[in-house]
């Protein structure tokens, strides 16, 4: 039973097009994240979101939209792909509390092809 | 102030030996320290965290040095094994909900067999 689990795991589409990445966490969790991995494997936190609040949006373009349904999803709908959107997007979940260390939970990755 | 910088960015070890991995940080107010460990295919995993008022953490063959004064911590892989091989990443944080995760930019080790 994957505790974060991410659909596609990969996606080839042309640039111009929109595509959505969804995730799912069964962990309970309160807080669940967008990271970007790029091809040199740098991890850039995109979003993050606490009990369906946007907490941190980093300096993204806007052509990225998360959604966040309810705590245990987050979505991803990217509009306009470019190249240069061509990357691994992880999404990830933490219990977030402020007792607790921020513990974070991968999901296997949606590689993103933009031809 | 927000960064963590990481050292090196890849790094070859003979099977059996030790292998380092640096990160330092500058923002003092950073209260938690994890290294994560990345397969390919795979997301980054939780391996090993230290929090600043302990010098060292140890687990199995891998242990966290922490060094709080010059603001540095390291990763040490002791007998490493050919199954080390992955991408490590350090992290540091606040323990507060709102803030995020910085992570440094991850280092490539492969172990010779």
């Known amino acids: 039973d994957t505790a974060v689990s991410q659909t596609p795991k990969y996606l080839v589409t042309q640039m111009g097009n929109d595509k959505s990445i969804k995730c799912e966490q069964n962990l309970g969790h309160d807080t669940m994240y967008w990271y970007k991995q790029d091809s040199k494997k740098f991890l850039k936190i995109m979003f993050s979101?606490?009990?369906?609040?946007?907490?941190i949006n980093e300096t993204v373009p806007n052509r990225f939209s998360p959604k966040s349904p309810d705590k245990a999803h987050l979505n991803l709908h990217i509009n306009s792909l470019e190249l240069g959107d061509s990357a691994v997007y992880f999404c990830?979940?933490?219990?977030?509390?402020?007792?607790?260390?921020?513990?974070?939970?991968f999901g296997a990755g949606s590689r993103l092809t933009v031809l | 102030q927000q960064q963590v910088k990481q050292s090196p960015q890849s790094l070859i070890v003979q099977k059996g030996g030790i292998s380092i991995i640096n990160c330092a940080y500058e923002?003092?107010?950073?209260?938690?320290f994890p290294w994560y460990q990345q397969f390919p295919g795979k997301g980054p995993a939780l391996l090993i965290a230290?929090?600043?008022?302990?010098s060292e953490k140890k687990e199995g063959r891998f242990t966290i040095s922490f060094n709080k004064s010059a603001k540095q911590f390291s990763l040490h892989i002791m007998d490493s094994q050919p199954g080390d091989s992955a991408t490590y990443f350090c992290a540091a944080s606040r323990t507060n909900r709102d803030d995020k995760i910085i992570f440094g930019k991850g280092t490539r080790l492969h172990i010779l067999p």
């Open positions: 230290i929090r600043p008022d302990v």
């Open positions: 979101y606490n009990n369906k609040e946007l907490i």
């Open positions: 923002n003092t107010a950073f209260d938690y």
């Open positions: 990830a979940s933490s219990q977030g509390s402020f007792s607790g260390a921020n513990v974070l939970t």
